[in-house]
């Protein structure tokens, strides 16, 4: 039985849970026994099963900026959730909490403070979201990804750790994604990624644009749940799916240009793989602004090519990907350049100076 012992948290989406599962290999390496709380429903439960971790289920209420009924309910499941898992913490006794934010960590970061064991809150974004906003003020330490960050967070508590890779992301093979796609000839690849949920807006776009865009490239589309188009199955040079998730290394390596949403967790994958990129940040519309500011901080840093979701259309997206094709040897260039940040070594050492100094 292992002595050392972290109870992990944070879901919504998969950008809440892909940076802990970055951390798990090496976790377990060290000996550490690992168990995770979250919701029933979420996204972070059928993720963790799958990676054979114990998983405790709390309640917990989405905390929103808008108007909604939900609002006068869901304060009470987040109140029910602290109580729910002060229990489980008290009666697993871990060592130390480490949260990914979501609406699922408030209560968990909150049981944690009450039973006085050490948090750890990493955050991905420029400015904080609203469930990490409400966690801050319990945690032990905070790490920021963005060296922008540093400003919206106590500073006495933040960290700049960068945001944990995955390693699997690394050893990925062209060959077998080459095979996986059936794609006959070399023509450089586009991946083409709108998140886990995938991106109505940026699929229409790229599908208006194959005629064009086949001439030169061959296409790899992963376009979320229940967005595939049967029209263009037999489209030589162009394949859809849903989502991927083993085979993601693999396709990665085979690509020449990757179209993204600005999610924190994807954009330093890009970073760390060196792979140009173009990115299409959800609108301020559509969320509170953080992608933009990602996006925005990524083309300063001469990483990213921008295109604002208002400004997406057939006609920007080929210019855009003609201009990153003619000048992708700088793109990678700058991309060497950044500070590479062994984020996963920070945040381990981090977990283990706070397990220490309990």
């Given at each position: 039985m292992s002595n050392k012992k972290i109870i992990m948290t944070g879901g919504g989406t998969a950008g809440h849970v892909t940076p802990n599962i970055a951390l798990l290999p090496k976790l377990k390496e060290l000996g550490y026994e690992i168990e995770y709380m979250g919701t029933e429903n979420g996204i972070e439960r059928k993720l963790m099963e799958a990676e054979g971790i114990k998983y405790h289920i709390i309640s917990s209420g989405k905390l929103r900026r808008y108007f909604d009924v939900k609002n006068f309910t869901d304060p009470f499941k987040v109140i029910?959730?602290?109580?729910?898992?002060?229990?489980?913490?008290k009666r697993e006794k871990p060592d130390i909490v480490f949260s990914k934010g979501g609406f699922v960590s408030v209560p968990v970061v909150m049981g944690a403070y009450f039973n006085k064991i050490p948090i750890i809150?990493?955050?991905?974004?420029?400015?904080?979201?609203?469930?990490?906003?409400?966690?801050?003020?319990?945690?032990?330490?905070?790490?920021?990804?963005?060296?922008e960050a540093m400003q919206h967070v106590n500073k006495k508590k933040a960290v700049l750790t960068g945001s944990p890779i995955r390693e699997e992301l690394f050893k990925g093979s062209k060959i077998k994604a080459k095979e996986f796609c059936g794609f006959k000839n070399d023509k450089p690849v586009i991946l083409v990624t709108g998140g886990s949920l995938g991106s109505r807006i940026i699929n229409s776009c790229v599908r208006e644009s194959l005629?064009?865009?086949?001439?030169?490239?061959?296409?790899?589309?992963?376009?979320?749940?229940?967005?595939?188009?049967?029209?263009f199955n037999l489209t030589e040079g162009y394949v859809q799916f849903e989502y991927i998730k083993d085979e993601l290394a693999d396709l990665m390596q085979l690509s020449d240009i990757v179209i993204s949403r600005a999610g924190s967790n994807t954009i330093f994958e890009l970073l760390a793989l060196k792979k140009p990129n173009i990115l299409i940040p959800l609108s301020a519309k559509a969320s509170r602004g953080d992608q933009i500011l990602n996006a925005n901080s990524f083309k300063k840093s001469g990483y990213s090519v921008v295109i604002e979701e208002e400004n997406l259309n057939p006609l920007s997206l080929q210019e855009k990907i003609n201009e990153l094709n003619v000048n992708k040897e700088t793109y990678i260039k700058n991309m060497s350049k950044s500070k590479e940040r062994d984020s996963l070594s920070n945040i381990i050492k981090l977990i283990e100076d706070c397990r220490i100094k309990r």
């Open positions: 029910k959730g602290v109580f729910d898992a002060k229990a489980i913490l809150i990493h955050e991905s974004d420029i400015t904080p979201g609203l469930a990490n906003k409400l966690a801050m003020p319990y945690a032990t330490k905070i790490c920021v990804t963005f060296e005629n064009d865009l086949l001439k030169t490239y061959n296409i790899v589309h992963l376009c979320g749940k229940g967005n595939l188009d049967r029209n």
